[in-house]
Nanobody
Framework: QVQLVESGGALVQAGGSLTLSCVAS???????MGWFRRTPGKDRSFVAV??????YYANSVKRRFTLSRDVVKNAVYLQMNSLKPEDTAVYYC????????????????????WGQGTQVTVSS
């Protein structure tokens, strides 16, 4: 069993930066850790995932967001730069067993454990 707790969400102006944290309890070795986000009325959408030593990003956040992991602290971080109003969402941390091949990491249903979410609001 893995429990995830996110933090770091806030109100920020467009162009600003924010770092989200996700701390896990329970064993996460052997798991890929990532982030999704959801806006009202929409399904969760993929943001980024760190799978072993490979990181994957949604096209909408490439070159602006950076995902990193601290194995000692059992945590994953999402550094968000050049924020835009369309980045406004509830951000969720999620984990799934390390994957290979044709695994669909873009799909929320592919992930086993989720945090409660943290709100990010970007004002224009």
């Amino acid at each position: 069993q893995v429990q995830l707790v996110e933090s770091g969400g806030a109100l920020v102006q467009a162009g600003g930066s924010l770092t989200l944290s996700c701390v896990a309890s329970g064993r996460t070795s052997g798991y890929a850790m990532g982030w999704f986000r959801r806006t009202p009325g929409k399904d969760r959408s993929f943001v980024a995932v760190l799978n072993w030593n490979e990181t994957y990003y949604a096209n909408s956040v490439k070159r602006r967001f950076t995902l990193s992991r601290d194995v000692v602290k059992n945590a994953v971080y999402l550094q968000m730069n050049s924020l835009k109003p369309e980045d406004t969402a509830v951000y969720y941390c999620a984990v799934t067993p390390i994957f290979t091949g044709d695994f669909n990491y873009l799909r929320a249903t592919s992930y086993d454990y989720w945090g409660q979410g943290t709100q990010v609001t970007v004002s224009s």
